[in-house]
């Protein structure tokens, strides 16, 4: 072998040699020396707390009607003493006769409307116009998708086209027929009314159609004496509805939620007057007082007594329910766990910040915890000068959350 051939061979090892260093020494760091970054952002956290328990209320259950009924008030409505809730009727005919009436009613009120206009509202040239307006009103509306006006676009248009029907008979025709209407109307109403009873309201309140039998089961006057187990206990005794009860009216605007919780609750509920509750079938938030807390029982579980008179009528169909118990928020600078770190010597927590290529170090104050995250803030002391202010932790800045030997001052990159 040749020396030339020798040392070209061993060029090209050395450069093979140095190539294989180069690239192993890069994938190292990448695979198992690399440090890893993440964005600092600001962020609020709701602290909440899961319960179950019982909406409690004074109310009165309105007792079976009938096979055939009408319920004429609508869920969540005030109701007076004495008012009409419901109309029982002894016969499916009664019924049809009822609906029937109603219909005759409601045209006699147009025509006597339409009487009370005078001749000038029934100029069948001008009632023809305002009809082609209001076609021409109701197209325009629906072409954008504005329905908010729809009902009453569609309730005028038939009002005009019910007034041009009549637009073609002189004063006295009408009043002919308005007078025969009449007629029919007093008659049915004679033949309805011995077939059909009322229901009216025996107390003030909201009614509501939904009958769960928890209506008599919890005793408002010992609500503050009542243990978890006895919140249960009482729970599980609640009677069974027909299915034909007319429905419910609530009688007290104070309404009570009792909530079994851990024990661990009562620290957050010292010395707090109110609370934010989220109810399952509402659409928020909604406030609540604590009244009472029981002591803990064998299983460190205590019973929360929270009361309320706001929205009576979003909650009168509600009763058992799991809610989320809002114990306030907190706001800082959102940080992966992993990114938190502790001072060996001092125990002051911080963060080590990515500042140019090197890592400096920060020290701040836990503000809240999350499952997988803290919200911190840059710890003060005393007065802070411009280069302090400067190296405070601020949203949109790197913290590293992996890499060994971290220091303050380290090159990481």
């Known amino acids: 072998m040749k020396p030339s051939k020798y040392m070209y061979r061993m060029v090209m090892l050395l450069l093979l040699l140095g190539t294989l260093s180069y ?8 695979f198992f020396a690399s440090y890893e970054s993440a964005t600092v952002y600001e962020y609020t956290s709701q602290h909440t707390i899961s319960a179950h328990g019982y909406l409690i209320r004074e109310e009165q259950v309105l007792q079976d009607g009938g096979s055939l009924e009408e319920v004429v008030v609508m869920e969540g409505e005030n109701v007076a003493k004495g008012d009409v809730v419901a109309r029982v009727y002894s016969t499916q005919e009664a019924l049809t006769h009822h609906q ?27 009632v023809n116009q305002e009809i082609v307006d209001a076609i021409t009103s109701l197209r325009g509306s629906m072409g954008v998708g504005d329905f908010s006006r729809l009902s009453h676009q569609v309730s005028n248009l038939e009002e005009l086209v019910f007034r041009r029907d009549y637009t073609i008979s002189t004063g006295s025709s009408l009043s002919d027929q308005i007078s025969a209407l009449q007629s029919q109307v007093e008659a049915l109403s004679q033949e309805t009314e011995s077939a059909t009873s009322t229901v009216y309201s025996p107390v ?30 009482a729970a599980s005794h609640h009677s069974t509805p027909s299915g034909q009860e007319l429905g419910k009216v609530v009688t007290s605007f104070r309404w009570y939620f009792a909530a079994i919780m851990d024990q661990e609750v009562t620290r957050y509920l010292a010395g707090s007057d109110g609370v934010q509750l989220l109810f399952e079938g509402s659409a928020g938030q909604l406030p609540m007082q604590v009244e009472n807390v029981s002591n803990p029982d064998e299983k460190g579980r205590v019973l929360v007594l929270f009361s309320s008179m706001r929205d009576v009528s979003s909650i009168a169909a509600l009763r058992s ?3 989320e118990l809002s114990l306030g928020s907190a706001t800082g600078l959102r940080i992966p766990t992993r990114a938190l770190r502790a001072d060996q010597e001092t125990g002051q927590l911080g963060v080590y910040r990515v500042s140019g290529a090197q890592a400096d170090w920060v020290p701040v104050d ?19 000068s411009t280069l302090d202010k400067a190296k405070m ?11 060994t030997g971290l220091a303050d001052g380290k090159v990481v990159e």
Request: net charge negative.
């Open 393 to 403: 932790l601020r949203s949109g800045d790197q913290v590293l959350i992996q890499g």
């Open 100 to 126: 029937e009436l109603e219909r005759l009613r409601s045209q006699l009120a147009r025509m006597e409307y339409m009487r009370q206009r005078g001749a000038d509202e029934s100029d069948a040239m001008k």
């Open 204 to 233: 003030a309140g909201i009614y509501s159609a939904m009958v769960d039998g928890y209506e008599s089961t919890f005793d408002l006057e010992t609500l503050r004496d009542m243990t978890p187990n006895d919140l249960l206990q």
């Open 23 to 30: 690239f192993g020494y890069y994938a190292y760091h990448s």
């Open 366 to 384: 836990l503000v809240f915890s999350g499952n997988d995250f803290y919200l911190v803030r840059t710890h003060v002391e005393g007065e802070q």
């Open 321 to 323: 329910q799991h809610v």
